[in-house]
C-alpha cells in the first residue's frame, strides 16, 4: 500500500506540473486546467452527495452540481467581462474593478442557493427533512464550489506558478504525512476522526511541505512567474519555508475535516477512484481549506 500511494501520488503531482506548465504557455488561460477542474468538480460534488446520503440527507443533486459548476467557473466571467472593459468599456457601465472576480463568484454562490430552494420548491410533497436537505445543498456549494474557486483565482490574478505552489506544496505534504506516519507513526493525533494520521505524520507533512516551498520558490516560480511580478528577494527563501509551514498546517486541517464526513457518513474513503488515495474528494480535502490561505499570501504580497 505505502508503494503504491507513493507511486501514485508521484504521478499524479508531476501529472498537476505537466498541466500547469502547459496552462502557462496557453493563449488563454485555464485552457488546459479547465477540463480538470469541471471533471473534478462533478466527481467530487457526487462523492458528497453519496456522503450525504449515507445520513439520509437527500439534497436536489441537480442544484449541487450546478451550483458547484457555477462557483468554481464564476472566476472566468470576472476575467471575461476584465477583457470586455478594455475593449468596450461603455458596452458594459462603470469599470470594472481588479477584484470584481469575488463579485461573480458571490452571485454565482446566491444563484446556488437560490437554485437549491428551488429544486425542494419543485419536490416538495409534505413535511420532511428540507432544511436538513437544504442545509446539505448549501453547505457542498460553499465546502467545495466555493474553497476551490480561490485555487481559480490563484491561476487567474496571480499566475499558474501560484496555483503549482499551492498544488505541490500541499501533495507533497500528504505524501509526508502519509511516508512518515508509516515508518515513523506511533503517537495517534485524532483517534476518533482519523485513527490512521500521527503525530509524526503531521510532523512530516510540514517538513515535505517546507522542503517543497522552498524548492518551488526557489526554481519554479521564476520560471513561470507573470511579467513584472518580483520572484526573489530578501528573505525569499525564509518566506518560501513560512509559506510551505502555513500550508502543511492547514493541508492537515483540511484533511481531518474530510475526516469528518467521512466518519459521521461510516465510509472510509469518499469513493474508489484512484488506486490508494481514495476518491476524488480525498485528494482535494487539503487542497480545499489551503486554496483560500495561498490565496491571501499571493494577493497581499506576504509570497510571490
Not at 449515507?54 to 457555477?70: D, E, I, T
Not at 477584484?99 to 428551488?118: K, N, R, T
Not at 500528504?174 to 500521527?198: E, I, N, Q, W
Not at 469513493?271 to 476518491?279: A, E, Y
Request: proline share 4%; with cysteine; net charge positive.
Amino acid at each position: 500500500m505505502l508503494r503504491t500511494r507513493l507511486m501514485v501520488g508521484t504521478l499524479l503531482i508531476a501529472a498537476l506540473v505537466a498541466l500547469c506548465w502547459l496552462d502557462h504557455g496557453a493563449a488563454v488561460p485555464g485552457a488546459w486546467l479547465l477540463p480538470v477542474l469541471v471533471a473534478f468538480t462533478i466527481l467530487a460534488s457526487q462523492e458528497l452527495l453519496k456522503l450525504f446520503a449515507a445520513k439520509g440527507l437527500r439534497p436536489v443533486a441537480a442544484s449541487v452540481y450546478a451550483g458547484n459548476l457555477l462557483v468554481v467557473l464564476s472566476p472566468w466571467a470576472g476575467s471575461a467581462a476584465r477583457g470586455l472593459e478594455s475593449s468596450a468599456a461603455s458596452a458594459i457601465g462603470d469599470s470594472i474593478a481588479p477584484g470584481s472576480a469575488a463579485e461573480f463568484v458571490l452571485a454565482a454562490l446566491a444563484i446556488a442557493v437560490a437554485l437549491a430552494l428551488l429544486g425542494e420548491m419543485a419536490r416538495y410533497g409534505g413535511p420532511g427533512r428540507v432544511a436538513e436537505n437544504l442545509g446539505a445543498s448549501v453547505f457542498a456549494v460553499v465546502y467545495l464550489g466555493l474553497l476551490l474557486s480561490f485555487a481559480v483565482r490563484l491561476r487567474l490574478e496571480q499566475g499558474v506558478a501560484a496555483l503549482a505552489s499551492l498544488l505541490i506544496v500541499v501533495k507533497m505534504g500528504d505524501t509526508g504525512a502519509y511516508f512518515c506516519g508509516k515508518v515513523f507513526g506511533a503517537h495517534r493525533m485524532s483517534p476518533r476522526l482519523s485513527p490512521s494520521k500521527t503525530v509524526e505524520g503531521a510532523i512530516g507533512a510540514i517538513v515535505f511541505s517546507a522542503a517543497a516551498s522552498w524548492a518551488v520558490f526557489q526554481w519554479l516560480v521564476p520560471l513561470a512567474s507573470l511579467p513584472g511580478r518580483v520572484a526573489h528577494g530578501p528573505g525569499s527563501s525564509l518566506a518560501a519555508i513560512g509559506f510551505g509551514v502555513v500550508l502543511g498546517v492547514v493541508g492537515i486541517v483540511g484533511d481531518i475535516a474530510e475526516s469528518l464526513l467521512k466518519r459521521d457518513a461510516a465510509c472510509k474513503d469518499s469513493s474508489s477512484w484512484v488506486p490508494g488515495l481514495g476518491g476524488v474528494l480525498d485528494m482535494l480535502d487539503s487542497i480545499l481549506l489551503a486554496a483560500p490561505v495561498a490565496f491571501a499570501c499571493w494577493r497581499l504580497g506576504w509570497i510571490g
